[in-house]
């Protein structure tokens, strides 16, 4: 069975440090990687997707991809309040193309 | 720009009546659409999913089904809503496969 793992948290960061959440897979022939927020009561919305190995940076965020130790990791600089959300991390496998869910990690950023 | 609507917000049904959840889309076509469930505390498990009107694939055989009447218009039903039945119902929509996936705002249904 094809599986995307998630320490579940939560994990707790000061305000303004750099907020670390990682995410491994099991299918190795995975292309597609995709961090989405989700905030209490809310529905996700996406972050961040990257396909290649390597780092991908939007304003605050980081992406990061290493296919051979299969995991990808979001770095949040400069983290808020704000950021406090559950983060979850999807990955769509090489066989059926469908969405692998991870269960979450809640971070918190405290004032 | 593309919008995704889904209704009610919340729900709450006593064991073994219907269900009808509607989620529609606006500002494209042809939409692969997907419904998810989520439980309280828990990751987003994949209910059905649609690349066209009338074609509906099953994720987990369960007392839910799908219909896709329209090529923008999902909607998940139920005959007799089991406690377990309770989540929070999530609609989603992407442009084609392997490409991201766009949420509707949920809906919270109650089971009591």
């Not at chain 1, 919305?45 to 991908?56: A, P, T, V």
């Not at chain 2, 919340?10 to 998810?36: F, I, K």
């Not at chain 2, 505390?41 to 994720?59: K, P, T, V």
Request: hydrophobic letters at 35%.
């Amino acid at each position: 069975q094809k599986e995307v793992e998630q320490n579940s948290g939560p994990l707790s960061v000061p305000e303004g440090a750099i907020a670390s959440l990682n995410c491994t897979y099991s299918d190795r022939g995975s292309q597609s990687f995709f961090w989405y927020r989700q905030y209490s009561g809310k529905s996700p919305e996406l972050i961040m997707f990257i396909y290649s190995n390597g780092d991908k940076e939007d304003g605050r965020f980081t992406a990061q991809l290493n296919k051979a130790s299969q995991y990808v990791s979001l770095l949040i600089r400069d983290s808020q309040p704000s950021d406090s959300a559950t983060y979850l991390c999807a990955v769509i496998g090489d066989s059926n193309y469908q969405l692998i869910w991870g269960a979450g990690t809640k971070l918190i950023i405290k004032p | 720009s593309q919008t995704i609507h889904q209704w009610p917000a919340t729900l709450v049904q006593p064991v073994g009546s219907p269900l009808s959840l509607e989620c529609t889309v606006e500002g494209t076509s042809n939409p692969n659409l997907y419904w998810y469930r989520q439980a309280a505390g828990r990751g987003l498990q994949l209910l059905f999913y649609s690349i066209g009107i009338g074609q509906i694939s099953s994720e987990v055989p369960q007392n839910l089904s799908a219909s896709r009447p329209q090529d923008r218009q999902f909607i998940l039903s139920s005959k007799k809503l089991l406690l377990s039945d309770s989540g929070f119902y999530l609609c989603a929509w992407e442009p084609g496969q392997q490409e991201t996936q766009y949420f509707g705002p949920g809906t919270r249904l109650l089971v009591l």
